[in-house]
């Protein structure tokens, strides 16, 4: 396969993998069964939702990268980019993780991490949060990764 197919077959891939994640956090949030306690259960089953539509796209792009990486098709230099990709990935998915463990240390029900190119991303299940929550959350965000305040963002999330 040329260079320009891989690419357009891999953008392909990457597009289908983000549609069918949107639909499946969509699918999830019209089934939500109805109870008393339906502000918790929304938050409830929309941090897990999150959590297996983030698991499912990593899962996916593992795959793709581990495809590209072994093809004997594919140029020395995709394969290194595809290996760092991989590499940042897991990096990556180990930080979210701690830094979730330590935004619940703190009392929090509920956090999802999620770590872009330059942000960070903080959603909390909380109605809304104090100035004192937020700077804890922000502390413990700067510390472990070094990255800018300005550059992280933590979003409320509940009723």
């Known amino acids: ?42 938050a409830s089953s929309f941090f897990s939702a999150y959590r297996t539509d983030r698991t499912a796209t990593r899962e996916q792009t593992m795959l793709e990268l581990d495809a590209i990486i072994s093809s004997e098709d594919t140029s020395e230099s995709a ?29 929090f029900s509920e956090a999802v991490v999620s770590i872009g190119t330059q942000n960070i991303n903080v959603l909390v299940n909380d109605a809304t949060l104090e100035s004192a929550e937020v700077a804890q959350i922000l502390s413990i965000i700067v510390e472990e990764t070094g990255v800018s305040a300005s550059n992280v963002k933590i979003t409320p999330y509940g009723a």
């Open 1 to 42: 396969m040329s260079k320009k197919k891989k690419i357009v077959l891999l953008s392909v891939m990457v597009a289908l993998l983000v549609v069918s994640g949107v639909m499946n956090f969509m699918l999830n949030n019209t089934s939500a069964p109805v109870v008393d306690d339906s502000d918790a259960l929304s």
């Open 79 to 107: 394969k290194i980019a595809a290996e760092e990709m991989k590499l940042k990935l897991c990096a990556n998915m180990q930080t979210e993780f701690d830094l979730e463990a330590l935004i619940k240390a703190k009392g």
